[in-house]
């Protein structure tokens, strides 16, 4: 069994803002799935972080909508139950 360096990002990231009733939903998932994932707020954001993440997030959904999940190479914009199950199911015998 081979462990994952402290310095390696998550494979899943979810980026979302607090207030979004869609967003707590994929987390919510993630969570009940007991999967280790990364959530960036970014409206908790400030500064070059924001920018930068802003930047990021541009180059993975052209529309800066959210939630926007990352699981693996797989992106799903928007709370797309059966496509996150689906992705989530992938990403993890590939492991």
């Not at 797989?74 to 590939?94: N, P, R, S």
């Amino acid at each position: 069994m081979t462990t994952r360096p402290e310095t390696q990002p998550p494979a899943i990231v979810l980026y979302g803002l607090q207030t979004c009733s869609h967003c707590k939903a994929v987390r919510a998932l993630l969570q009940g799935r007991d999967v280790v994932f990364r959530t960036i707020f970014v409206d908790m954001l400030v500064g070059d972080e924001r920018s930068d993440t802003l930047r990021r997030l541009k180059g993975i959904n052209p529309s800066v909508s959210f939630p926007t999940l990352v699981i693996g190479e797989k992106i799903i914009v928007g709370f797309k139950e059966k496509e996150i199950e689906a992705a989530l199911d992938a990403h993890l015998t590939q492991r």
